[in-house]
């Protein structure tokens, strides 16, 4: 599994293709207005993120999503 923490993402299909990985304390946001940062992805976690873009998560495959208080 491939971790990525503490990123800003904002950009069209930002992780487009992406498999085994985490994502923690991710924010899916920003001037560029990106959607489907997850399109066609699979086994995706994600751990305390915050999504403000249009379809996070669009055709994935095996998806936790953990909101770590």
């Known amino acids: 599994m491939t971790t990525i923490e503490n990123k800003t993402f904002d ?3 930002a992780l487009y ?3 085994k ?3 923690r304390n991710c924010a899916f946001d ?3 207005d990106g959607e489907s ?3 066609e992805c699979s086994d ?3 751990e305390h993120c915050f999504f403000n873009l249009r379809y ?3 055709h994935v ?3 936790k999503l953990r909101i770590v208080k």
Do not use: D, M, N, Q
């Open 11 to 13: 950009e069209e299909r």
């Open 17 to 19: 293709g992406s498999h």
């Open 21 to 23: 990985l985490i994502a």
């Open 30 to 32: 920003g001037p560029a």
């Open 37 to 39: 940062a997850f399109k």
């Open 44 to 46: 995706i976690t994600a």
């Open 56 to 58: 996070p998560f669009w």
């Open 61 to 63: 495959h095996g998806l």
